[in-house]
Every structure is written in structure tokens, then in C-alpha cells.
């Protein structure tokens, strides 16, 4: 069981006005938000952020994309935070995600997919950290 994860509303998503929507099904799924706020990455931090994907053919143009405009990063919890975020949210490839999950709902493309969600309790504390100090969070 783990009690926190991390998201962020991702450019696309944010541009097309999609924003209160997302948040309103995250909070309808039992999380409550820790911390957020709306801010834009440089090249060089998106890179920094995805450093794990370095070596993927896709990661030039994801940082590209994700500095393209602003995002909305958070801090949620609720208990089992990290696996039931990435059942909310869908498969990276919307064309793939259930009917119902955010991707499904928001994403335009497998790049363009609306939202991010940790994949492990480390990553969610790693990311988390990335945008927010510990005196920002509830
Ligand atoms: P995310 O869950 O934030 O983690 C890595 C991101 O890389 C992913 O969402 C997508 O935005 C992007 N991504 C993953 N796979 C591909 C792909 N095959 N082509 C383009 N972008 C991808």
C-alpha cells in the first residue's frame, strides 16, 4: 500500500482547457490533492525530468513537447496511490487505454497523452521533489 503519487497535466491537455476536468475525476477518485501548481519546464529540465527515457528514440520530441507550453504538476494522495493513479489515468497509448481513464477521456497521441503518473513509490517521490519543497506540500 502506498500513500502518495505523482502527476502532472501535460501540455496538451492543459492548452485545450481540460485542466478542471481532469482534477474533478481525480478528487471523484478518492485523492486529495498535496500539492499544485501551474508552471512551464525549460528544454533542459524537461530532458532532466525524462532522463530515464535518454535513449528512446521518442525523447527529443518529448521534451520538446512537454517545454511546449504549461503544465500542471501535483502531489495526491490516497492509499494505494501509485497503482490506482495509473488504473485512472489509462495505458500511455490512449488508443489502448479503457474506456473511462483520463488518456481515453483527454489524450490526443502517445505523446501527447494528457497526463503523467509515477510508476513506483521511488519514482513518485523522486518527481515529486523535482517541482515541489517539502513546505509546499499539506
Ligand atoms: P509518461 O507516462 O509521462 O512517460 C513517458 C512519456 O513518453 C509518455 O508518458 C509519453 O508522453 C511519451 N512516450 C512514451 N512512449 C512513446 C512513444 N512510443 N512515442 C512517443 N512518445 C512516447
Given at each position: 500500500?502506498?500513500n502518495?503519487?505523482f502527476?502532472?497535466?501535460k501540455?496538451?491537455a ?10 474533478k475525476?481525480?478528487?471523484?477518485a478518492?485523492?486529495?490533492i ?5 508552471t512551464?519546464l ?18 527529443n ?9 504549461a503544465i500542471?504538476p ?10 490506482d493513479f ?6 500511455t497509448n490512449?488508443?489502448?487505454?479503457a ?9 490526443k497521441s ?5 497526463i503523467?503518473?509515477s ?5 513518485a ?8 519543497a517539502?513546505t509546499?506540500?499539506f
Amino acid at each position: 500500500m502506498t500513500n502518495r503519487t505523482f502527476t502532472m497535466i501535460k501540455p496538451d491537455a492543459v492548452e485545450a482547457g481540460n485542466t478542471g476536468a481532469i482534477i474533478k475525476l481525480i478528487e471523484e477518485a478518492g485523492f486529495q490533492i498535496v500539492a499544485l501548481k501551474k508552471t512551464q519546464l525549460t528544454p533542459a529540465q524537461a530532458g532532466k525530468f525524462y532522463a530515464v527515457h535518454s535513449a528512446r528514440p521518442f525523447y527529443n520530441d518529448l521534451c520538446a513537447y512537454m517545454s511546449s507550453g504549461a503544465i500542471v504538476p501535483m502531489i495526491l494522495e490516497k492509499d494505494n496511490a501509485v497503482a490506482d493513479f495509473r488504473t485512472l489515468i489509462g495505458a500511455t497509448n490512449p488508443a489502448q487505454a479503457a474506456e473511462g481513464t483520463i488518456r481515453k477521456l483527454f489524450a490526443k497521441s502517445i505523446e501527447a497523452n494528457a497526463i503523467h503518473g509515477s510508476d513506483s513509490d521511488e519514482n513518485a517521490a523522486i518527481e515529486g521533489s523535482f517541482f515541489f519543497a517539502q513546505t509546499e506540500q499539506f
